[in-house]
């Protein structure tokens, strides 16, 4: 029987996350909620997907608005075994209690604290934790790549420590019209960054420090790293350490042969 999932909050993050469990064999996605009455829940409608209102005010707004709302976010939840929450930052823990409530497991986004669920996750990392569990956090996309590739090269032994700076983009493709920044690039004021500690909330044993900024652009974050390792080891061993790491596989790599 395949596992019966729902997605609240239906933006950057949750629409990917609808699209990837309607690719899934063993997984059914029975809808999402939202509270937008915009384009951005009207893509969802297009797609054949069911939405919900996440609170009834909301409904009643979508409604107003032309949304075919079938339903409340507690309606969602009797009809399903696991809740993806990629509502926004700090709106996603007020949740909790409701998942809780219904007898649904969740998956949280990485702008909520580890503390909210007391586990992270990175499937190449840590798998193997989440199991049987009743809630977790995917941490954020900076946070899986540190995880990924510093992971990767402490698995190969290879690793002593790392120092990074993390250039991130200013804001959200969607959302480039109300807010960032222009010619310009801000420096976050403490360090380290939350990346490094938060990649130690998957892998507690690595020694990282990051640095942040974000710099003009919607495209993509960029890390550099200053990486010491254990021993003298040669382009090749470093790329093959890479290769190795199941979510890192990529022909992306470079072969040692090239520059």
Request: hydrophobic share 40%; proline share 5%; with cysteine.
């Amino acid at each position: 029987m395949n596992i019966k999932v729902a997605v609240n909050g239906y933006g950057v993050i949750g629409k990917r996350v609808a699209d990837a469990i309607r690719a899934m064999p063993d997984m059914d996605l029975v809808g999402v909620a939202d509270v937008a009455t915009d384009w951005r829940i009207r893509s969802a409608v297009g797609r054949g997907i069911e939405v919900f209102a996440a609170t009834d005010d909301a409904g009643t707004a979508m409604r107003a608005a032309g949304v075919p709302v079938v339903g409340i976010l507690e309606d969602l939840l009797d009809q399903v075994d696991v809740v993806v929450d990629t509502t926004p930052k700090k709106v996603a823990a007020t949740n909790l209690q409701a998942y809780q409530a219904a007898g649904v497991k969740s998956v949280f986004q990485g702008g909520e604290s580890h503390t909210t669920t007391g586990h992270s996750f990175v499937a190449q990392a840590n798998y193997a934790t989440t199991l049987g569990r009743d809630a977790t956090r995917v941490v954020s996309c900076n946070t899986t790549s540190i995880v990924r590739v510093l992971g990767a090269l402490q698995d190969a032994d290879l690793l002593v420590r790392a120092r990074g700076v993390l250039i991130r983009r200013a804001t959200d493709p969607g959302e480039s019209h109300q807010d960032g920044i222009m010619n310009t690039m801000v420096p976050e004021a403490s360090i380290p960054s939350h990346q490094g500690p938060d990649a130690r909330t998957v892998l507690p044993d690595l020694d990282v420090v990051t640095m942040a900024a974000k710099a003009a652009h919607t495209q993509t974050h960029n890390h550099y790293w200053t990486l010491q390792l254990t021993r003298p080891a040669s382009r090749g061993e470093v790329l093959d350490a890479l290769r190795a790491a199941p979510e890192s596989r990529s022909s992306a790599w470079p072969t040692a042969s090239q520059p």
